[in-house]
């Protein structure tokens, strides 16, 4: 991807390439020829140094400014590397000057530009005797953007690729993957139409055109950005983390293993488990672009999965809604014992893509004791209506904790961690439940 973007450069690079190798710092031109008549000079002055003083002639690119001699020969005397590109430079320069800025007697440098927009900048380096010239930030003024930079800073995502585009406030960005490594990086120019990418290194550009949506557009390449709050692999999460859909909707009853904890009092005779889960659809419906799942999760914890208490003893097993492409809980509070699908009322957003699902559902809880040859059994009663086009939805029965005061914790969830990728969720084993994939 990145090679496909570096080739797509603009006419625009034509207008910001060194004339030639005098105006990017070469040191001889053709014999018998005087360099200063070329047209490269942009200004000149003179610097002092220990005493002695030196006129020189400047040229600018967009990476620097160069001093050489005031010869016919063109000798290169000193020069400073500018922080950032400045794309439109030559166009912008202003003036140069050699003064002496903080009065230790020896000659700065400030160089000033005036871009098109009536924006300035203007870059000043320090004399030091050791590392010669250094750039003060905090005494010069950046302004590289032609239009307004602010509604660009932040992170974009390029589609179907795994490629994140991040501006910063100071008209630089990179290029990072879903680990945010830097792939590329450089500096920028916003304008009327967008904003255009300049690669450090290579003099490449790349334009973006900024659509009425707010989107950008790689017109070259056939792609599209889009602000996202933080990066997010293409790949989905459940395989990213190599979580698999593990059990099946109407395909019967799964083993969960330690999929239920008994206890009774504040943890007394603590244990866990095996129960099985199983999913039955009772109804799947589509209108008006609205999906709507109806359907019972159901556990069945057998006798001697719940060990003899003398006393009252509580039975918990612990069920949730997933994303599967982000990993997102689908944040609900803990139902203890029976309950109505209006004690249960959830909404949720999932943001995928550039695109976001609006996921609303609600559930009941009824608890049985001896079914059959089950000591108990739950049925938990969803109705969930989300997005036609949006297929992420997936039911997890997940293990138990293996101490009361991670079950206890557990509980609480939903005010710690409201929200949260499942890998990140403490007291959850992620690698020991069961997920049911609810869309297909």
Same mark, same amino acid.
């Given at each position: 991807m990145m090679d496909r973007l570096k080739r797509s450069v603009s006419l625009l690079l034509a207008a910001i390439l060194c004339l030639g190798p005098t105006a990017c710092g070469g040191t001889d031109n053709v014999t018998g020829d005087d360099w200063r008549v070329s047209g490269v000079v942009a200004g000149s002055g003179t610097i002092t140094h220990d005493g002695e003083s030196v006129d020189v002639l400047v040229t600018v690119s967009e990476s620097s400014a160069a001093f050489y001699r005031d010869l016919p020969e063109q000798v290169l005397f000193d020069s400073v590397s500018f922080p950032m590109n400045i794309p439109d430079a030559e166009q912008a320069f202003n003036a140069i000057s050699f003064d002496d800025i903080d009065g230790d007697g020896e000659s700065d440098v400030l160089v000033s530009f005036i871009h098109e927009?009536?924006?300035a900048t203007e870059l000043i380096w320090i004399w030091d005797p050791a590392e010669r010239y250094v750039f003060r930030e905090d005494l010069s003024t950046v302004t590289l953007s032609g239009g307004d930079l602010s509604e660009y800073v932040g992170l974009w995502e390029y589609q179907g690729e795994n490629l994140w585009l991040r501006i910063h406030e100071d008209a630089t960005w990179e290029f990072v993957n879903d680990q945010d490594d830097v792939i590329e990086y450089g500096t920028l120019w916003v304008d009327e139409n967008g904003v255009t990418l300049h690669f450090d290194g290579s003099g490449d550009v790349l334009q973006l055109d900024r659509t009425v949506s707010g989107d950008l557009m790689d017109i070259a390449n056939g792609g599209s950005l889009f602000p996202v709050e933080g990066i997010q692999s293409?790949?989905?999460?459940?395989?990213?983390?190599?979580?698999?859909?593990?059990?099946?909707?109407?395909? *019967?009853?799964?083993?969960?293993?330690?999929?239920?904890?008994?206890?009774?009092?504040? *943890?007394? *005779?603590?244990?866990?488990?095996?129960c099985y889960w199983e999913i039955t659809k009772n109804g799947d419906y589509t209108h008006d672009g609205i999906r709507e799942l109806h359907f019972d999760a159901i556990c069945y914890i057998p006798e001697s999965s719940i060990p003899y208490f003398d006393q009252e003893y509580i039975t918990v097993?612990?069920?949730?809604?997933?994303d599967f492409y982000t990993g997102m809980w689908l944040t609900t509070s803990t139902a203890y014992g029976n309950s109505q699908r209006g004690d249960n009322y959830y909404l949720h957003t999932v943001s995928w893509q550039g695109n976001s699902y609006l996921i609303e559902f609600t559930y009941s809880t009824d608890w049985q004791y001896n079914v059959g040859d089950w000591a108990q059994v739950l049925t938990k009663s969803y109705s969930v209506y989300l997005p036609e086009d949006y297929d992420g939805l997936v039911f997890a029965a997940e293990a138990q904790p293996s101490n009361y005061k991670d079950t206890a914790k557990r509980?609480?969830?939903?005010?710690?961690?409201?929200?949260?990728?499942?890998?990140?969720?403490?007291?959850?084993?992620?690698?020991?439940?069961?997920?049911?994939?609810?869309?297909?």
């Open positions: 927009n009536g924006d293409s790949e989905p999460y459940f395989t990213q983390n190599g979580l698999e859909i593990n059990a099946a909707v109407e395909k *019967g009853t799964f083993l969960l293993k330690d999929g239920v904890c008994s206890y009774s009092g504040l *943890g007394d *005779g603590y244990n866990t488990d095996d097993t612990n069920s949730e809604l997933y509980m609480q969830l939903d005010s710690i961690s409201p929200e949260a990728a499942i890998l990140d969720l403490d007291t959850v084993d992620p690698y020991s439940g069961l997920y049911f994939s609810l869309c297909y």
